[in-house]
């Protein structure tokens, strides 16, 4: 179908939020065309596509722009309504889905790195035990989501949808966090549900296709690491 041949992606190769949406094509096998964007020179086009934000992902579906990387994830599985379905079909558990969504954007948006490169006034132990606290929440209480309460497990019938893309988006490239900062989202002796469920996430070939590479990450987040706080160890 000619709708389904005219789809654009306006990303930036290292963004937690373009991720989401390129998995989310992947998962459901739309092809796209892919634009990188210069963040610090960003395009006419992307002005013009998202105005109010001015802000990548923005999908641009035969001429028509969508930003806001859960809207559009909500919007690819609205459009395209073939299988596999991001969110469930249940209104309660789609409910749900995009409550413990929120929770743990919003969890992961408190904690995230920028807050903790640039909050060099605030204590750094009081940041990670809100973090901490908050997750144990979601630990305990987010199984209900599941079928059966299991843990997810994924395989070519059951595709990661859109809970599981925004868990993996947050956390999915932690390693390199982890790997400079020394801070793992999800110790799996606290965490044995998040844990495991990152884990199966990160097994997926989808996911693995989509996810930028360590390396690279790690070397951007050194650079921003130095930006901000110049007296940071180089390696
Ligand atoms: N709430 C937005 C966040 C998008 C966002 O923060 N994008 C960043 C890249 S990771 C961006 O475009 N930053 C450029 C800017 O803020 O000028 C979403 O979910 O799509």
């Not at 904690?111 to 903790?116: A, K, N, Q, Y």
């Not at 640039?118 to 132990?125: A, F, H, L």
């Not at 809100?130 to 630990?139: L, S």
């Not at 070939?205 to 070397?219: C, F, G, Q, S, Y």
Request: proline content about 8%; aromatic content about 12%; overall charge negative.
């Amino acid at each position: 179908m000619a709708e389904e041949r005219s789809v654009k992606l306006y990303g930036t190769w290292s963004s937690p939020y373009v991720l989401r949406v390129k998995l989310a094509l992947k998962i459901k096998g739309i092809e796209y065309d892919y634009f990188e964007e210069d963040l610090a020179n960003k395009s006419e086009l992307l002005l013009q596509y998202n105005p109010v934000y001015k802000r990548v992902p923005v999908l641009v579906h035969n001429g028509l722009p969508i930003s806001e990387s859960s809207v559009i994830l909500e919007y690819i599985d609205e459009t395209w309504t073939d299988p596999p379905h991001l969110l469930p079909k249940d209104p309660y558990l789609r409910a749900k889905h995009r409550f413990w969504a929120a929770y743990l954007q919003q969890v992961a948006e408190m904690f995230g790195t920028s807050l903790v490169l640039k909050s060099q006034g605030k204590d750094i132990e009081d940041v990670v035990n809100e973090y901490w606290n908050k997750m144990d929440v979601a630990e305990e209480l987010i199984r209900e989501t599941f079928p059966y309460n299991e843990i997810p497990c994924f395989k070519d019938t059951i595709k990661p949808g859109y809970l599981d893309i925004i868990l993996y988006s947050l956390v999915g490239t932690s390693d390199a966090s982890e790997e400079l900062f020394g801070f793992k989202p999800f110790i799996p002796e606290r965490y044995p549900l998040l844990a495991s469920w990152t884990k199966a996430l990160s097994e997926v070939p989808e996911v693995k296709e989509v996810t930028p590479p360590k390396d690279k990450l790690i070397e951007l987040l050194r650079t921003i690491r130095q930006m901000y706080l110049p007296s940071a160890p180089k390696a």
